[in-house]
C-alpha cells in the first residue's frame, strides 16, 4: 500500500518561499516516479513537478518552471518541493502522488486517476 505523508505547508506573502515535504515508503520511492499535484477551490488538479527518484530527471509545468525546484533525498525516501517566489494564484491544497506515469502529467490538468497514491494534502496560501 502506498504510504505519503506531505508537510510544510503554510501561509505566505505573495514573493515569498515555501518548502513542502513528502515522505514515502521505501518500496514506493523506489518503484514509482513521485511528484506533487495542487488545486485550488473550484478549480482543476494541475500536475506541478516530478521527479524519478532512480535517474534524478525532473519534470516541471510551464506554471512554476524557474520557480519551483523538485529535489529527492534517497536516504530519507523524501522528496521535497522547494517553492519561492510565490504568486497569489499559487495558492492551493498541494499532494504528493506517487506512479509510474506521473511526468505524463506534469503540467496538465483535471483527473487523474493513474497516480499509485495519494498524501493527504497540505494548504499553500499566499497572500498579496
Known amino acids: 500500500q502506498v504510504q505519503l505523508v506531505e508537510s510544510g505547508g503554510g501561509s505566505v506573502q505573495a514573493g515569498g518561499s515555501l518548502r513542502l515535504s513528502c515522505t514515502s515508503d521505501?518500496?514506493?520511492?523506489?518503484?514509482?516516479?513521485l511528484g506533487w499535484f495542487r488545486q485550488a477551490p473550484g478549480k482543476e488538479r494541475e500536475g506541478v513537478a516530478a521527479?524519478?527518484?532512480?535517474?534524478?530527471?525532473?519534470y516541471y509545468a510551464d506554471s512554476v518552471k524557474g520557480r519551483f525546484t523538485i529535489s529527492q533525498d534517497n536516504a530519507k525516501n523524501a522528496v521535497y518541493l522547494q517553492m519561492n517566489s510565490l504568486k497569489v494564484e499559487d495558492t492551493a491544497m498541494y499532494y504528493c502522488?506517487?506512479?509510474?506515469?506521473?511526468?505524463?502529467?506534469?503540467?496538465?490538468?483535471?483527473?487523474?486517476?493513474?497516480?499509485?497514491?495519494w498524501g493527504q494534502g497540505t494548504q499553500v496560501t499566499v497572500s498579496s
Open positions: 502522488a506517487a506512479g509510474q506515469t506521473l511526468a505524463t502529467m506534469v503540467g496538465a490538468r483535471g483527473y487523474f486517476s493513474g497516480p499509485e497514491g
Open positions: 521505501s518500496d514506493t520511492y523506489r518503484s514509482n516516479l
Open positions: 521527479v524519478h527518484t532512480g535517474a534524478v530527471v525532473t
